[in-house]
């Protein structure tokens, strides 16, 4: 590999994006990967894309809407089984303010 | 010869006929199960109680001489990325450890309403994030071939329990070959359909664009039966689509001599197992003793596929993974400060390591400066890849090609290099990323007794067609159907 696409700074910031955190040795082994992986995509830059349109969803369909109509939902107790952190009905979560 | 050996569609007809009990069938499968699985590790979660339970139904329905559904007393297994009211769904991650389900995914009350019981959950890479299911939080899944290679994935448990007859069939879900590829290292019938053909409501997301759910089976004519059912529009999914689900089983009857067959030359290339290649070439001579006509033909962006599906479904992944977060179900860390370090050390501990790199990957690759150079790029060699595969359907009906290029590895050969996992996929991924359907079933074995699986590609909504050429393959090859023969000691050596 010639030049770093992706620096540990980089891969700091985009762990923090991504709501994950890494200590050295992992930070070290992320960068070095993700470096690989990241030139290996390089190839993609051969093609002249400039007139192409992107493909999201391969199958096109008109948007599909259900009538707006109250149905029954899951019951409250059943949502709420999940999780081990219930108070009066609600997920509890750490103060935010 | 013990029950759990049959087919699923022999296993209807003898119910029905009054030969065996539906309960009969299911104490061999979970005596099977007892057997094997502490070998084989197919199974997270198994419904023993609530199994034997429904066989009963289905044998009281027979002695009052009610109409039996298609899939009267069949046991299928279910990849753990499928929802399942009741029972734990954990989709081979920490941090889904203990879910459970509220409700139940739609190809469930599907395969229900059939008739068919569900025997337990199977193992599988985190998430579908891998080609091994070395990537379990909940350890690997061994294959029944060989204990001291994988299985294949990320649907191995799926394909593993088919292929020691611990069920009949089993669900998978294919982002870019996690039926296919399994289903070929353990010499089973596997197929991904087209894109829209199975509802995805309650299969939890990886990669939204590219996933669908399919059936592993014994053999094509199970795999045609468990399609005919888990098909079809659902309201749950606004990207199923409102199509006929026509009789799979009927087409297949039909021969083969109409089918003009395109073998894309770029799927030979360096890197592909000789003795692959060589029960390719066989194969397609018994394609050719049947009528159809072959041709090699071409699919000039194949090459780009591999970093096109990587940046797409990173991406997409990256943004589907967010919902773990702590808060509603699953895993939530015990010691953070605040709100967002609640969220990081949940995840932090709560992901395993491949699925760490897949969000990394795909938040860089949505990250600002970064997206048109990276995201935008990948969706539109898209749609050059897609256009490839029109182009060829335009003069072929299907398209045959390996599933894999070497037979099932070894544990460990490829954990700690990621690209050279990702590559082990290169045959399967083109076809979700053109959203078109394939099957994969065996053609052969190699000189140390591993299933070599080929792959049939077909266009948009052309299921009736790949499954018409697999079971005229499947009637006509010569290759002598072996199980195989699951033998304990090596296993517990390679552990050592």
Known sequence: ?97 | MTLNQLTAHEAVNLIKKKRITAYEIMQDIFNQIDKVDNLIKAFLVINREEALKQAKEIDKKVKNGEKLPPLAGVAVAIKDIITTKGLETTCGSKILKGFIPPYNATVINRLREAGAIIIGKTNMDEFAMGSSTENSAFGPTYNPWDLERVPGGSSGGSSAAVAADETFVALGTDTGGSIRQPASLCGMVGLKPTYGRVSRYGLVAYASSLDQIGPIAKDVTDCALVMKVISGHDNMDSTSVNLEVPDYLKSCQEGIKDLKVGVPKEYFIEGIDPEVKGALDKALKTFEKLGAKIEEASLPHTEYSLPTYYLIATAEASSNLARYDGVQYGYRAEEYENLSSMYQKTRSEGFGREVKRRIMLGTYALSSGYYDAYYLKAQKVRTLIKEDFDKVFRKYDILITPTSPTPAFKLNEKVSDPLTMYLSDIYTIPINLAGIPAISLNCGYSKSNLPIGLQIIGKHFSEETILRAAFNFEQNNGVEKKKPSIKPAKHKEAKK
């Open chain 1, 1 to 97: 590999m010639t030049e770093k696409i992706i620096t540990k700074k980089e891969v700091e910031y985009v762990a923090e994006l991504s709501k994950l955190e890494f200590n050295e040795e992992e930070k070290e082994e992320f960068t070095s990967q993700l470096n690989s992986i990241l030139d290996y995509f390089k190839k993609l830059d051969e093609l002249d894309t400039e007139k192409v349109e992107p493909t999201a969803y391969v199958i096109s369909m008109p948007n599909l809407m259900n009538e707006d109509k109250v149905k029954p939902s899951l019951p409250r107790e059943e949502v709420l089984s999940n999780s081990k952190y219930i108070k009066k009905g609600y997920f509890k979560v750490p103060k935010i303010m």
